[in-house]
């Protein structure tokens, strides 16, 4: 396998960075709802909660669209793999979410680096920029995985709350799974996609009627 250039790195650095004008702190993925309810109380609760998410939910399945998204090999297959991972959102929040990530993604990335991405889907929209940069696809997968997890990481600091050291060790201790994911989605395919963290689907459904919230999802 090539090694990545540090030009990679750094262009995905960049890209998948909370200083990149998506918004990705103004979503929760429900985690807040969690919160709210009392499931999430800990930082045990966190790291077990996220890592559901990332092995048996919206991790797992969009790290399958990004690699698709990264394969796809006409502008017909893109848009199949699009209109599939709207599909798969559980909630209309988290429709919203991957929505808007998505364009402002695609807004900000064209305007830099002058692609035509459209309004994609998050991980597609990420998965075919990379394809255009040439970016390495499991390096793509990896990085992209860990800056979801650290996000959810960030809300639970905010709202649990977790110290600044639990939150980074959290985050350390996620890494790995992020690499394992990444390294498993590249020998998987659409047929592989599945869902089974239902209590994160439920919690993005009642934060869309919860009272008080902070994030939009």
């Given at each position: ?17 909370p ?5 990705g ?27 559901d998410?990332?092995?048996?939910g ?11 998204a ?37 807004s ?19 998965g075919?920029?990379?394809?255009l940069?040439n970016?390495?696809?499991l390096l793509?997968?990896q ?17 649990v ?17 992020c ?22 689907d439920?919690a ?14």
């Amino acid at each position: 396998m090539a090694t990545p250039t540090d030009t990679a790195v750094l262009t995905l650095t960049q890209w998948l960075s909370p200083a990149y004008p998506v918004g990705g702190f103004a979503y929760s993925h429900g985690l807040e709802a969690a919160i709210d309810a009392g499931a999430v109380t800990t930082v045990q609760d966190t790291g077990a909660w996220i890592a559901d998410v990332l092995e048996h939910g919206a991790g797992w399945n969009d790290a399958l669209f990004l690699v698709a998204a990264h394969r796809a090999g006409d502008a017909g297959a893109l848009a199949g793999i699009d209109a599939t991972a709207r599909a798969f959102c559980a909630s209309s929040e988290r429709v919203m979410e991957t929505r808007l990530l998505g364009q402002a993604f695609g807004s900000v990335t064209g305007d830099v680096w002058g692609f035509e991405l459209g309004g994609l889907a998050y991980p597609v929209a990420v998965g075919h920029a990379a394809r255009l940069q040439n970016l390495p696809l499991l390096l793509t997968t990896q990085i992209f995985l860990q800056a979801f997890m650290s996000n959810l990481v960030a809300c639970a600091t905010r709202l649990v709350p977790l110290g600044q050291t639990e939150a980074q060790r959290s985050i350390r201790e996620l890494t790995p799974l992020c690499a394992q994911l990444a390294e498993q989605s590249l020998a998987a395919g659409l047929d592989d996609l599945s869902s089974t963290a239902f209590l994160a689907d439920i919690a993005s459904m009642k934060h869309e009627t919860q009272y008080s919230r902070i994030f939009r999802t």
